[in-house]
């Protein structure tokens, strides 16, 4: 992985890493927001200014590609490099609640 791609996705922020996660199925923006919204149960709410620059950053970065439009609606979906990134930081994660749960 390119150092540089690691250096500003790892960690990841909660947006990035949520519009990842939404993204291993096509999705668009507003989707990605809805979908997002629903299984944080509301905690988390991307506005459509991050949103979209966040998806043009991913875009361009790599991690997602545009797959094609619908009614207006630009569709994306995660890249293999989207995928690996992502990986890294379930493990991340995972090592942060794990460790969390030796020290209660």
């Known amino acids: 992985m390119d150092p540089h791609i690691k250096k500003v996705y790892v ?3 909660e947006t990035g890493f949520y519009i990842l996660l939404s993204l291993r199925e096509p999705n668009h923006g507003y989707g990605i ?3 997002v ?4 149960d ?3 709410t991307i506005t459509p200014g991050t949103m979209y620059g966040t998806l043009s950053k991913m875009e ?3 991690l997602i590609s545009f797959v094609r439009e619908e009614e207006k609606r630009k569709i994306y ?3 293999d490099l989207g995928t690996e990134v ?5 493990k991340r994660i995972d090592r942060l609640y794990r460790n969390m ?4």
């Not at 919204?37 to 944080?40: G, L």
């Not at 992502?86 to 379930?90: G, N, P, R, T, V």
């Not at 749960?101 to 209660?104: F, Q, T, V």
């Open 86 to 90: 992502l990986q890294i930081e379930m």
């Open 42 to 44: 509301g905690d988390i």
């Open 77 to 79: 979906r995660i890249t």
């Open 60 to 62: 361009k970065d790599g």
């Open 11 to 13: 960690p990841m922020t």
């Open 101 to 104: 749960k030796e020290m209660s």
């Open 33 to 35: 927001t809805q979908m």
């Open 37 to 40: 919204k629903e299984i944080t």
